[in-house]
């Protein structure tokens, strides 16, 4: 009787571990040993870093190099751009939005664009297109120009004043 017990113990304890599974991003893969972490470092990892075009930068010309570059921004102000090599560049581009909200009232929203020009030649806008390639030059200079931002001071909801949140948009750039 002791060993028919002891057998059926051995085989309960034998299919719990052997029906264990390892959850996570990659079965099988440890990276942090955390699923989460795993996922917050695959994220990190597959969008390109992001330069921010701020009033405090925005006369500092950035340079492209080879390879994928972001540039953002959630401000009004203006940014200029060289290519480090001249050729195709796929650009990809995500709109920003700002949000004008007040309580007791519906939130407004403005989409916030932008223009690649080279002097005062569009050369890329989110207005047309999202995704475009184009050809850039070395040694020219270009500029991201915003447009669409809404003065909150010029709106009111019921008598009361409207707060602004705006969030960035997004230009990547990747050499072909």
Do not use: W
Request: aromatic share 6%; glycine share 6%.
């Amino acid at each position: 009787m002791r060993k028919i017990s002891l057998i059926i113990v051995s085989i309960i304890l034998c299919l719990q571990c052997s029906q264990k599974e390892e959850k996570g991003l990659i079965p099988g893969q440890k990276i942090t040993g955390n699923a989460f972490s795993d996922v917050l470092l695959f994220l990190a990892l597959s969008n390109s870093p992001c330069h921010f075009i701020t009033n405090e930068n925005a006369s500092q010309v950035i340079h492209l190099g080879e390879g994928s570059f972001s540039i953002c921004s959630s401000e009004k102000v203006s940014g200029a751009l060289q290519v480090k090599v001249s050729g195709n560049y796929e650009v990809t581009a995500n709109i920003g939005r700002q949000t004008l909200t007040s309580s007791n009232c519906s939130s407004t929203r403005f989409d916030v664009h932008v223009a690649l020009k080279e002097d005062t030649v569009e050369r890329f806008s989110t207005k047309n297109a999202l995704t475009e390639t184009i050809s850039l030059s070395e040694g020219k200079t270009y500029t991201m120009v915003p447009s669409g931002h809404v003065d909150p001071s010029l709106y009111q909801c019921q008598g009361r004043a409207v707060s602004s949140s705006v969030s960035a948009y997004r230009v990547t750039f990747r050499k072909l």
